[in-house]
């Protein structure tokens, strides 16, 4: 079974080896554009769609704006070499993902005679053109119990929402987003406490190990599909400023999903300016603690807010920069 790997995240180094040691030869993949030339096609097409972010693009080069620092990753793939630099020392035909759009990758692609594509957290939509290619199918790792979070940040979304239970769907991929039939799925319990890294830390290894097991089942011939409950369904949706914390009309609950959730993210959580004040202040490392008559070791980091106690650690904002308490 001739197999193409599909993977612009950290997943798709973490299981490139699991891929490679199933039942199945691993004969190419399609990866992030890391080159120059890259960078540049999808600028431009990005441009043709909207030209006016040419603006923006300009702005951005001359007068970038401050951004707080990010916390080091605690993924499970943390440190790990990205998949194009896998499958170089592999001997394995890497193509950065821009090429895609292209509807001569379609023959390229074809080319490898493929039994099965797999997708791991890439993100983007494939065409029709690309889905014909494999005689067995696409399919795709969704870190959620499907029908329930399609689309991104699915992860982001379950600890938003507070919810409980979470999971890794393996699914065949139509031209609807996280729309197909579902083959398997695997279960995670969301704790109260946990974070964004700590579920990571869990759906990583369930994701790995039902990469192994679907591949093994496509082997042996014994792959089935379900299809999704649509009345079901629910789509990720980040509204604007989602990361915000106002300490007098946030209640404590969300104050606790927002953090764990953001915390260590490209989406830092901040608290909304007060009376005469011109900046954010985004929280790198905090805590919240339920109750109005909670006590806090250090008053010097305790934030009262509606429902409880702001403990913050660690802050950035523009104008005093990184603080430490």
Avoid at 11 to 34: H, I, M, Q
Wanted: glycine share 8%; proline share 8%; charged share 20%.
């Amino acid at each position: 079974m001739r197999v193409a790997l599909f993977a612009n995240d950290a997943f798709g180094s973490y299981v490139f080896d699991a891929v490679r040691d199933a039942p199945c030869e691993l004969v190419c993949a399609v990866g992030e554009t890391a080159s120059g030339k890259g960078r540049a096609i999808r600028k431009l097409r990005a441009l043709r769609r909207r030209p006016s972010r040419l603006f923006d693009m300009i702005r951005a080069r001359l007068s970038p704006e401050p951004t707080p620092p990010r916390e080091p990753s605690r993924s499970p793939a943390a440190g790990l070499p990205p998949v194009h630099e896998r499958c170089a020392a592999w001997g394995i035909p890497f193509f950065e993902d821009y090429r895609l759009a292209q509807p001569a990758f379609a023959g390229v692609l074809a080319g490898f005679d493929l039994d099965l594509i797999l997708v791991t957290t890439f993100g983007a939509i494939l065409r029709p053109h690309i889905l014909a290619v494999p005689r067995r199918g696409t399919v795709n790792f969704h870190f959620a119990l499907l029908p329930k979070y399609r689309g991104l940040t699915p992860e982001l979304c379950c600890l938003l929402d507070g919810a409980r239970e979470t999971g890794v769907t393996a699914h065949f991929i139509d031209e609807g987003v996280d729309t197909g039939p579902i083959i398997k799925q695997a279960r995670v319990t969301v704790g109260d406490r946990d974070d964004f890294a700590a579920l990571q830390q869990a759906l990583y290894p369930t994701g790995r190990a039902l990469v192994a097991e679907v591949l093994e089942a496509f082997a042996a011939g014994s792959v089935t599909a379900t299809p999704q409950d649509e009345s079901a369904a629910s789509l990720c949706r980040l509204p604007s400023g989602f990361q915000s914390i106002s300490t007098t009309d946030t209640p404590g609950a969300r104050i606790h999903n927002v953090l764990r959730a953001c915390l260590g993210t490209r989406f830092p959580p901040y608290l909304e300016p007060g009376p005469g004040q011109s900046h954010r202040t985004y929280l790198l490392d905090a805590e919240f603690v339920h109750g109005t008559d909670a006590v806090v070791p250090d008053a010097r980091r305790a934030i009262r807010c509606r429902d409880g106690v702001l403990l913050a650690r660690r802050t950035w904002d523009q104008g005093g920069g990184l603080a430490t308490y």
